[in-house]
């Protein structure tokens, strides 16, 4: 077990524990806490390789080292090699030529991976995988990594689930970094590319058999709804008030008995999942590697808090206690949600005991002690929530505590996540607003759920008369929230500023009608597309050099938006909402209709043209072409720009739909393709005038020297390998 302890038991008792107090009681008397008789059955099977470092080889041996055949030759025909060199011709929704593959598996992957289920997934990972399986791991990681990826967190768990069953030993072995801090930051500090919950999220969608094989939404992470059912109004007889509390009473005790028979039900199913489940090698060797990186990193973290109690004067104690991890938040509390369907609490408390660096109950060492094994497990799932989990937890800051003590202005706004920032919005007067302003999460916040929540907060309606004191308070209300999204759109613009700028680009902005509408609330499981292209296009706007600033629209007719860099975001938004959407997708006609007639109509020159042009659309555009030879909208494109004698610029075709269309194949000169609504993926076409190129001197016949600059390729491979090669994505290593 690789923890770090205190320096001695007697340390940590003196420091932690008060000379009188319950906590002596228990480790002395050890009463029994009241979990024993909850309906949950906590206890475990045996597990004698949980206290093994090498868990995994024991469990999930390496397989045997193939010998690579000789390839055999295979005989060719011209004709079928022509058939198969042909792309896979579709076509969009309207009418428009384009592809269904980029003709690299590798690519397709990063590209299609994050909306596919089932045996969907399955096919487009296994290709990828055979063309570079430490590629395919990258994309894998990707699509998790909130700060140098999509940070699509549904879609990596189904990734990972496939990871997890094709090739378990990759996957078990790089759980941990999605919790270690390698994603640079400099800001706030370095930081994961996911959070501790995600482990247990893992965990508990293996458990309930919803990790790899469950083709539709999880039911574990989306819980139905019971539906509500309004009483029945004048059915049924008068009666005496007296007759009328009793036969209530009556019925809640009948519901308390259902209930508790229903939980019952519940937890012994639980146990009987759990107890199946930890037969099986492989996912005995998941759930003991996500027990030990909770075990070691919430020891680590507990002598944190114990040097803090002891730092010299002078020291910052908050400064020093931002080494904290949020482990300590999202370690699994004891008979809660992911708790009931793993009872991982237990084997991470086996674990903190087995670490023998905390004086734990000595009925726990006592050979006479009459207790039975669930009652042991019991005082120490106590223990480890008593005197781990909470004294973390208030170290920490933690926001939820202070919130059910209703201890509002005690919540330090730098240590909540940015999704929690925005449901507590609520609770925060003005005042408190501009206080969270000045600090306030949200760099890992989703710029389209900012967006979705100052359309959705500045539209409160205007009641009656005799509601005006309604009105007049929801619209102080909403002034708050929206002071506090206003906040966190500036953290997460300055966030994105440090790895550069964009210079010489603009945003192209579908607001088709099959885009959606900005106008209706958000569906957080399947966003409306108008939602992440409006936030990008804002984004991008903010993040490119003057005169930079604006961005074009685009459904019947291509129109171009200026963004003051005073206004506010939601001002922004209100003048965009203003401008002319219609239902046509004539992504043409920002190009032959507005960019290249304005080019000639003013004489332009080359090097004053726009040099790269983002598309933020679901890709599904009208037909452009009126018949001849198959060419798709991006073809036409750069042909419109060579009769007008103009270089085609560079474009991004961002993809915020899942139609499985492609504009472009792998090696197209010129364009990039991206896909999510994560602006961290901005970052990979910032600083590049800041990159060092690679320099090379030419000899020419007359033995003269010229410097040549060679500049990286810009086509969709070459991006996805840039994106793919962060620092970050480094230490991912494939084992099986």
Known sequence: MS????????????????????????????????????????????????????FLDVLVPAPPVEDKAAPQSVKSNPMMSALQSIPTFTFTQNGAPTFNTTGSPTLDAFQFVKDQRGSALDILLCNSWKEDPALTLRVIWNLRSIRDGKGDREGFYRAFGWLYKRHPRTAISNLRLLVEPVCENRRRGDAPH?????????????????LSDS????????CPRDKYTYPSKGKGKASERESRIEAAKQANLQAKARAQTARAERAMYAHQQIQHKLSQPKYRALFIAIARLFADRLVKDLQLVLEA?????????????????????????????????????????????????????????????????????????????????????????????????????????????????IHTASRTTSCESERANQNISGATLMPHEIVAELVFRGAVREGSSKKQALYDMKKRLAKAQIQVLEAQWKTLVDSLREAGSLDNCIAVCDVSGSMGSISEKLCKETPQPIFPAVALSLILAQLAKPPFNGFITFADKPKFVSV????????????????????????????????????????????????????????????????????????LVAKAYKEAGYEVPQIVYWDLAAFGTVEVRAQREGVAIMNGFSPAMLKVFMGEEEEKEEAWEEVNSAMETSTLVEQDPFNPLAIMNKALGKKSFQHLVVVD
């Open 3 to 54: 923890v770090v302890g205190v320096r001695s038991q007697g340390e940590w008792s003196r420091r932690c524990l008060p000379e009188q107090g319950p906590c002596r009681r228990v480790i002395s008397m050890a009463s029994l806490p009241p979990s024993v008789a909850s309906a949950q059955n906590f206890t475990l099977p045996e597990i004698p390789e949980l206290y093994r470092p090498d």
């Open 194 to 210: 996911g959070c501790w919950k995600d482990l247990l999220n893992i965990i508990a969608l293996e458990t309930v058999d919803e």
């Open 215 to 222: 083709p539709s939404s999880s039911r574990y992470l989306h």
């Open 564 to 635: 003051d860099p005073s206004w506010s975001v939601y001002d922004s938004i209100q003048v965009m909402s203003r401008s002319e959407w219609g239902m046509n997708t004539n992504f043409y006609a920002v190009f032959v209709k507005l960019l290249l007639p304005l080019a000639l109509k003013n004489k332009i020159k080359q090097e004053d043209m726009i040099k790269r042009i983002f598309v933020f659309s679901d890709m599904q555009f009208d037909s452009a072409q009126r018949g001849g030879n198959w060419e798709t909208t991006h073809d």
């Open 309 to 421: 109690d002891h730092l010299p004067a002078g020291v910052d104690r908050i400064l020093f206690l931002k080494q904290l991890s949020f482990a300590g938040k999202w370690a699994p509390t004891p008979g809660l949600s992911h708790d009931r369907v793993t009872n991982i609490a237990s084997a991470i408390s086996l674990l903190i005991q087995a670490a023998n660096v905390f004086p734990l109950p000595s009925v726990l060492s006592d050979p006479s002690s009459s207790l039975t094994s669930r009652e042991r497990l019991a005082i120490l799932r106590s223990f480890y929530q008593r005197w781990v989990l909470t004294p973390l937890r208030s170290a920490g800051a933690v926001a939820e505590p202070l919130m059910a003590a209703n201890r509002w202005t005690d919540i330090k706004y730098f240590r909540t996540t940015s999704s929690h920032t």
